[in-house]
């Protein structure tokens, strides 16, 4: 019994939500962000939580199809992945923030062990990014 609350324990712990952050430079104030869909991502609502919360902070946003972003200086790409257990959720997403091609912004959100035995990898994609992309804009 010991060991069987030892493991459980252990897989929980294992379970913890990762956030790592490379925030924008203070000194940069984009206006607008144009984002490049990426087709491959099945998080149904990933792409209008990221504008929303983008947008909330007063900046416009835009989406661009792969290689053409426009007059855009700034443009951000993502991802985000998808596990099951009795259900999906997500459990992996990358922003990338760039400034005339080059990177100037990351934030990584990741559930160690895909979430395991915690309750916290049902949340919503809105819950999960938020605070990602407000650490990410210095917010």
Not at 45 to 58: A, K, W, Y
Request: net charge positive.
């Amino acid at each position: 019994m010991k060991r069987i609350v030892i493991l459980l324990s252990l897989t929980a712990l294992s379970a913890c939500t990762s956030i790592q952050v490379e925030p924008l430079p203070v000194s940069m104030k984009p206006e607008k962000i144009c984002i490049e869909r990426n087709p491959k991502v099945i998080v149904g609502d990933f792409l209008t939580v990221v504008r929303n919360r983008i947008e909330f902070h007063g900046i416009d946003t835009e989406v661009y199809e792969r290689g053409d972003h426009g007059n855009c200086d700034f443009t951000m790409t993502y991802t985000a992945l998808k596990n099951w257990d009795l259900g999906t959720y997500m459990h992996h997403a990358e922003l990338r923030l760039e400034y005339n091609g080059r990177k100037i912004g990351y934030a990584e959100y990741h559930l160690n062990g895909k979430g395991g035995l915690s309750l916290s990898k049902w949340q919503s994609t809105k819950s999960k990014m938020e605070p990602v992309v407000d650490r990410l804009l210095g917010k």
